[in-house]
C-alpha cells in the first residue's frame, strides 16, 4: 500500500481534509492556497470565517514566501525556534489570501517539529491551513484517536503520529505592528522568548485570534478553578457527582480523580488527554486545582482559566 504521508499529500493536492500529528496538538489540514479546500476546513471546524488560521511549511524560507516584510526579530526567532512550537504573525504577502487570514493584513506562519507533520509538508510543498483539528471552541485532539473521536468521517485521512510531545498549541508572537506581541502563551517559554527580543503584552488594539476568546479549549462538563487550599471545601460543598484534576491525593469522597505532574511540561502534554478523560466520567462537575501563579505555569494557567471560564 502507498506510504500514508504521500496518499495524505495526494489528497491535500485534490482539495482534501488530512489530519495529522504536529508537536503541539493534532492539526486539521487543508491547501493553503485554496479557497475551497479552506472552506470546507471551516465548515467541518464549526469555525466563524472570520478567524485567521495558522499556515504550516516545512521550511522558514517557504514559510517567509507569505509575509511581505521579514523584521529581524522574526529571522532571529524563526533561526532559534524553528521548526518547534512557535507560530508568527507577520505582514502578509499576496499569497496569503483572505479566506485564511479572516481578510487582516498579517498571517500565521509555523514550521512544526514532528517528524510526520515535516514529512507531510515536504511531499505536499506548499503551505497548510491547519488549526487544531477539534470542533470549534472545544478540547485540542493530542492524539489520532482523538481526532478520530471528534471528526472521524469527516476527515478523508488521520495521519497516525503517536500522543503530541508538547501537548498545548503553539506560542502566538505577533509581529506585525510596532514590537513583538505575545498573543497566546503556548510551546515555547515566554522566558525563552525573552532572551532575544522584549515581549509586550496583547492589548485591545490586538488582532482577532479565536484562542483568544474567554471560553475555548473547554470540556462539555462544567469546570472550576479552585487554589489548592480550597479544595476540599469545594468538593465537600458540591453535592453531586465531582471529577477533580489535582496535584494532591485523591480524596476518598471523589470518585474520577486524576493526579498531575507538578512540573509544567509534564502538566501540559497530559493536559486535553486528561480533561478527556474527565469529561467522559460524566459528572456533574470538573474541580482543577490551581497551578502556581509563577511565569512557568503561563501557558498551562491560561488553558485552564478558558477551560474554565462560564459558558
Ligand atoms: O500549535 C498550534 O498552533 C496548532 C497546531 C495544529 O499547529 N494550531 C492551532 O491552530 O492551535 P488554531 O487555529 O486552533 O489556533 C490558532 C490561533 C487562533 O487563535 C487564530 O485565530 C490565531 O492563531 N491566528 C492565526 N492567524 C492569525 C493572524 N493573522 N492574526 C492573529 N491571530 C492569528
Ligand atoms: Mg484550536
Known sequence: MKDPVRRAAGILRRGGLVAFPTETVYGLGADAASAKAVARLYAVKGRPAEHPVIVHF???????????????????????????????????????KDFVTGAQDSVGLRVPSHPVARKLLQEFKRGVAAPSANRFGQLSPTS??????????EVDLILEGGDSKVGIESTIVDLSGQGAVLLRPGGIAKSSLEEILSLQEKSAASPRHSG????????????????????????????????????????????????????????????????RELDAAGCALILVEAPPRSPEWAAVRDRLERACAAA
Not at 509575509?67 to 521548526?83: G, M, S, T
Open 58 to 96: 516545512s521550511s522558514a524560507e517557504s514559510a517567509f514566501a507569505w509575509a511581505r516584510e521579514v523584521p529581524p526579530a522574526a529571522q532571529q526567532l524563526a533561526a532559534r525556534f524553528w521548526p518547534g512550537p512557535l507560530t508568527l504573525i507577520l505582514k502578509r504577502s499576496a499569497l496569503a
Open 144 to 153: 489520532a484517536a482523538h481526532v478520530r473521536a471528534d471528526l472521524g468521517a
Open 212 to 275: 483568544g476568546l474567554e471560553r475555548h479549549y473547554a470540556p462539555r462538563t462544567p469546570a472550576r478553578l479552585v487554589p489548592s487550599f480550597g479544595l476540599d471545601k469545594a468538593i465537600t460543598e458540591t453535592n453531586a457527582r465531582v471529577a477533580v484534576l489535582a496535584f494532591s491525593r485523591p480524596d476518598e469522597r471523589v470518585a474520577v480523580w486524576l493526579r498531575m505532574p507538578r512540573e509544567p511540561e509534564g502538566y501540559a502534554r497530559r493536559l486535553y488527554a486528561a480533561l
